[in-house]
């Protein structure tokens, strides 16, 4: 989903609505988007419920996002085709029909993607083409406050539990630290009880909400496609990166303070401070890529972009 910003988007052809129409497909967009989370409503109650979750904690927070990314990328509405319309009418027909289904087999998984669905046909609908560009992503973005599928959830944690516990172990291992890695845990010499790397350990949370920002900064940032491309790619190693560090901080931690892996007031402190500092590890490598991007890929002109190397005076 690697957008760039709205206004890097070519737009010459389109014939903006007088302002009467314009505000009444504004009315009308409204609207039907207000039927649509109605209509869904009992399906966004149950996914809202996984907000308490600590793995999709985030999920409040992304209509937000959404809402801001429709704002920051919006453009006049324009006149549509008569064809981008009844292609939004059969997204939409498709959308419901695939809630029938859902229903039918009783999978909240494509309950949820119809609703995205229905959306995307309702810019269609009312914007066309046009709308579709700007505002489908802030739609499409929503996807992101909804809970991954149990068996996608099952492998990523099984998977994650398994690279931060050896990853972690190596890098013990090699800051002079007896360690040994035990299923998904860390046996540490010095201490008496291993060192769990428990669920909420796992980086799937930091992966779930990486995935969220990066695609949120690509939507945002006017760069070129590599760029924000590199900026998708990097939800993955950024969120294993941070949630190592957590890991080998937390058991140097542990060493230092032995009393505190019992329990306590220092425990809670080393354990959740160091889950609260992932998120500003994440976000400091992310701002790190950034900064390395934008000294790759210089402007220059108004809309293009070259490798550094090749600018000449």
């Known amino acids: 989903m690697a957008f760039g910003n709205a ?19 504004w009315i009308v967009f409204g609207g039907l988007v207000a039927l649509t989370v109605a209509a869904y409503g009992n399906m966004l109650s149950f996914a809202s419920t996984f907000w308490s979750n600590d793995l999709y904690s985030h999920g409040w927070i992304v209509p937000l996002i959404a809402a801001y990314l429709f704002w920051d990328r919006r453009r006049p509405l324009v006149e549509t085709e008569v064809v981008d319309r009844w292609i939004g009418v059969g997204i939409i027909a498709a959308g419901l029909g695939l809630r029938l289904f859902a229903s039918h087999i009783n999978n909240n998984f494509l309950d949820r993607i119809s609703f995205i669905a229905v959306l995307l046909g ?3 609908l009312v914007g066309g083409r046009s709308l579709l560009k700007w505002g489908g992503p802030a739609f499409a973005f929503l996807i992101f406050m909804f809970p991954l599928p149990y068996q996608v959830e099952n492998t990523f944690l099984i998977k994650l539990l398994g690279w931060a516990s050896r990853a972690s172990t190596i890098i013990l291992q090699t800051l002079g630290v007896g360690a040994v890695k035990v299923g998904q845990s860390i046996k540490i010499d010095s201490l008496e009880q291993p060192l769990i790397v428990a669920e909420a350990c796992s980086g799937l949370r930091m992966l779930t909400v990486f995935g969220a920002m990066c695609v949120a900064v690509a939507l945002i940032i006017d760069r070129p496609w590599w760029d924000r491309l590199a900026v998708l790619v990097s939800a993955i190693p950024i ?34 401070g160091a889950g609260y500092a992932m998120m500003f590890i994440g976000m400091g490598l992310l701002g790190l890529e950034l900064a390395i991007l934008r000294r790759l890929t210089i402007p220059v002109e108004a809309d293009d972009f070259a490798p550094a190397g090749a600018v000449t005076a």
């Open 239 to 272: 969120a294993l990166a941070s949630n190592i560090i957590r890991i080998v901080t937390t058991g140097l931690l542990y060493m230092a303070f032995p009393e505190s892996q019992t329990g306590g007031t220092l425990h809670t402190i080393i354990h959740d």
């Open 7 to 25: 206004d890097s988007l070519d737009w010459t052809d389109d014939i903006p609505l007088g302002e009467n129409e314009a505000r009444t497909a």
């Open 122 to 124: 309702l810019c269609l």
